[in-house]
């Protein structure tokens, strides 16, 4: 590729013709085949969120977050009324289509709407929604709203370097990992290095086209097993 200088020979980044920025996202449900996210609302979701994180009875899931495990649902309610109601993040219960109820949650934070960078995080899925196709679809959910709806960029997947669950789905989803950045952060009276993950906007089509291939109801057995694995279908659109 020949490099782009301006007229003082300097390298210079590619132009981004009609760049006017990306939009904000609206607190606005998010339908899907095996699930449909919800903008967080306490009243309707905290009691079907904390049964369900309570399946988790180690906490594990709750490890590598800066808040929880909560022991009551009073406090868990609390935590949701003062840290999950704000518009960056802005917070989504993450709602099984096999039974109504919310399982999960996830957020879009870090917005940057001049910029076109918008991230993921807060994950936090009941171990009944992990491995699930609900469970992909939601991810991929979240980035078709921020690419297709609201015309980002990029897409960032930040976690624990620790976190090896996180980095593996990263990873499975087809995020880029971009390196780690050391002592990023204190959590938990912890050090975090944080890892970096992303997906940019030339990389979106292959990737929504894998995505609609393994998310198809023809893809799954009767049992529910998939056929072809996400990361195959990842290859061969790349």
């Known amino acids: 590729m020949t490099a782009r200088t301006n007229a003082l020979g300097q390298p210079i ?3 981004v013709p009609d760049w006017r920025g990306a939009a904000v996202p609206p607190r606005t449900p998010i339908p899907g085949r095996w699930c449909t996210l919800e903008p967080l609302d306490p009243a309707r979701h905290a009691g079907d969120l904390f049964a369900a994180f309570a399946e988790d009875r180690e906490g594990r899931n709750w490890t590598y977050l800066p808040y929880g495990p909560f022991d009551t649902k009073p406090a ?20 099984d289509g096999a039974d109504g109820r919310a399982a999960g949650m996830a957020s879009h934070l870090r917005i940057a709407p001049a910029a076109g960078s918008i991230e993921v995080g807060h994950i936090n899925l009941a171990p009944r929604l992990q491995r699930t196709a609900a469970a ?19 897409y960032e997947w930040k976690c624990d370097a620790l976190n090896a669950p996180s980095c593996r789905a990263a990873e499975r989803l087809g995020f880029t ?32 086209r894998a995505y609609t291939a393994w998310l198809d109801p023809a893809n799954f057995d009767a049992a529910g097993r998939q056929r072809r694995r996400l990361s195959d279908l990842i290859g061969r659109q790349r």
């Open 76 to 95: 868990f309610e609390r935590w949701l009324s003062q840290s999950c109601q704000g518009d960056d993040p802005l917070f989504h219960a993450v709602v």
């Open 136 to 154: 992909t679809e939601a991810m991929v959910l979240m980035m078709r709203r921020a690419f297709r709806e609201l015309g980002y960029r990029r």
């Open 177 to 208: 990992f971009e390196g780690v950045f050391r002592q990023a952060t204190v959590v938990k009276g912890r050090n975090r290095d944080t890892a970096w993950y992303a997906v940019i906007d030339a990389d979106w089509p292959a990737l929504e």
């Open 13 to 15: 980044g590619a132009p």
